[in-house]
C-alpha cells in the first residue's frame, strides 16, 4: 500500500520464529519449549489484589507514569535489590518490557543513529531501533569463551554514529549472568565514548547456584546514562499481564512521558495494584516460582548432556538452555524444522538470535510442565539417537 509510512516498509518484520511454524503445522501433540513463557499460574494473592481493585472501582484514569504508591513500592525494592538509589519520579510503569524497551529506543535514537546488540541477541529489539530510523549493529560474543562480555571486540564496532548499547542481563538466549567485572567493562566503554545503555533484566530473579545479579546502572557513572528495564513477566508468571516498568535518568524521564502517553496515555489502573501486591508481599512465593525452574533445569540440562551430539552448558539464569547440537550433523534451523516434523517437540533455532547462535537451539524450560517436558526429552532422545546411531 502506497501510502504506509516508511518506518513500516522499510524495516524487519516481528518474527515468532518457530511459533508460526508450530501453529501451521497441524498436530495436536505439540510440546512447547520454544515460547519464553512462564508455565506457572500467577500467584493467587496478585490476583486477588487485582479483582478487589476492580470491584472497588479502580477503573479510571491516573498518573500517566503510574499509581505513585506502585511507584513507591518500586523504588524502595530498587534501593534493597538492586542498588538503585531512585525516587518513584525516576520510575515509569510500561505494559510490559517491550513497551519500555521501545520507548528507551525511540526516545534516544534518531535516523542514521547506531545501537549495538550483543549477539546472541533478542530479536524483537531490532525492529525497535529500525522503527526509530536507526541501525543495529551486532557485536558477536564468543561461545567458545562462554559468551562472555568483551570489551576490546564491542569497543571495534564504536564508531562516530553509535549512540546506544542494549544489554540483556540475566541474558536471554545464552542463560550467561554477566559479573560485575563484565559489566564494569561495559560501563567504562559507554562512559569512555559516552553511550546510553539500555539494560534488560526481565530474568534478574531467575538465578542459579551462586550467580549474582548486578543492575549496570549501579556502577559508578551509569546511574545518569542507563535506562533499565523490568517486568512482572517472568519472576510473577505475569507474561499475558503485559506489566513492567523502567528506571531512568531524570533528565530523559519527559521524553520517555512523551512516548508512553502518546501511545498508552498509562498502564491499565486496576492491574497496577496487582503489581503492588506482587512487590510488597510474600517472598517465600516467588522463591517457590523459581524453584520450580531450578528443578526444571536440572533436568534438561542433565537428560540433554546424554544424548549423542549434545553438549549443554549450564545456564546460571533465565528459564532457557542453549544446547550445542553441532555433533547432530544438522544446521539449527535444520534440527528445529526436522524436530518438529518427526516428534511434535517445538525448540527454537538458534540462528533466530544471530549468526553466533548456529549450531545451538533455544529450549525453554519455564514454559511446560515437568511431565510434558519428561516426554518431550524423550522424543528428542529417539530424534536425535536415530540421527547419531554410532555414538549412541
Known amino acids: 500500500m502506497k501510502h504506509l509510512a516508511k518506518r513500516i516498509t522499510n524495516t524487519s518484520p516481528k518474527s515468532f520464529g518457530m511459533y508460526q511454524k508450530a501453529a501451521m503445522s497441524g498436530r495436536d501433540d505439540l510440546i512447547h519449549l520454544e515460547v519464553g513463557r512462564p508455565f506457572a499460574d500467577t500467584p493467587q494473592h496478585i ?19 503510574g499509581l505513585p504508591h506502585l511507584r513507591e513500592a518500586l523504588a524502595e525494592k530498587l534501593r534493597r535489590k538492586n542498588s538503585l538509589d531512585v525516587g518513584p519520579d ?22 542514521g543513529d547506531e545501537a549495538i546488540l550483543l549477539e546472541p541477541y533478542y530479536p524483537q529489539h531490532i525492529g525497535k531501533i529500525e522503527m526509530a530510523g536507526a541501525v543495529p549493529v551486532m557485536a558477536p560474543l564468543d561461545a567458545a569463551n562462554g559468551f562472555r562480555l568483551d570489551a576490546a571486540m564491542i569497543e571495534a564496532k564504536i564508531t562516530a554514529r553509535t549512540k ?39 530474568y534478574e530473579d531467575i538465578l542459579y547456584d551462586s550467580a549474582e545479579h548486578v543492575s549496570i546502572a549501579s556502577l559508578d557513572g551509569m546511574d545518569d546514562r542507563t535506562v533499565t528495564l523490568f517486568a512482572f513477566t517472568k519472576s510473577y508468571a505475569m507474561d499475558g499481564w503485559r506489566l513492567g516498568y523502567m528506571v531512568a535518568p531524570k533528565a530523559a524521564i519527559g521524553a520517555l512521558l512523551k512516548i508512553t502517553a502518546s501511545d498508552v496515555t498509562h498502564v491499565n489502573t486496576f492491574i497496577q495494584e496487582g503489581a503492588v501486591a506482587a512487590v510488597t508481599g510474600d517472598p517465600a512465593i516467588l522463591k517457590d516460582l523459581i524453584a520450580e525452574d531450578a528443578e526444571k533445569r536440572q533436568v534438561v540440562v542433565s537428560r540433554l548432556n546424554q544424548m549423542p551430539g549434545i553438549t549443554c552448558e549450564w545456564p546460571e539464569g533465565t528459564i532457557y538452555a542453549f544446547p550445542d547440537i553441532t555433533g547432530t550433523g544438522l544446521g539449527s534451523q535444520e534440527f528445529a524444522d526436522k524436530l518438529l516434523d518427526a516428534s511434535g517437540v517445538v525448540v527454537e533455532s538458534g540462528c533466530f538470535y544471530g549468526p553466533t547462535g548456529e549450531g545451538r537451539v533455544r529450549v525453554c524450560f519455564g514454559s511446560a510442565s515437568l511431565a510434558d517436558i519428561d516426554t518431550a526429552l524423550s522424543r528428542i532422545q529417539a530424534f536425535v539417537t536415530a540421527l547419531v546411531p554410532e555414538v549412541a
Do not use: W
Open 47 to 65: 490476583k486477588d489484589a487485582t479483582i478487589k481493585a476492580l470491584q472497588h472501582g479502580c477503573v479510571h484514569y491516573s498518573d500517566l507514569a
Open 90 to 111: 525516576r520510575i515509569i510503569v510500561t505494559n510490559g518490557l517491550t513497551h519500555g524497551s521501545y520507548a528507551a529506543l525511540m526516545a534516544f535514537l534518531d535516523e
Open 164 to 202: 546506544v548499547i542494549v544489554l540483556i542481563n540475566p541474558c536471554n538466549p545464552t542463560g550467561r549472568v554477566y559479573s560485575r567485572e563484565e559489566l564494569q567493562s561495559l560501563a567504562d566503554l559507554a562512559i569512555r565514548h559516552d553511550l546510553i545503555v539500555v539494560s534488560d533484566e526481565v
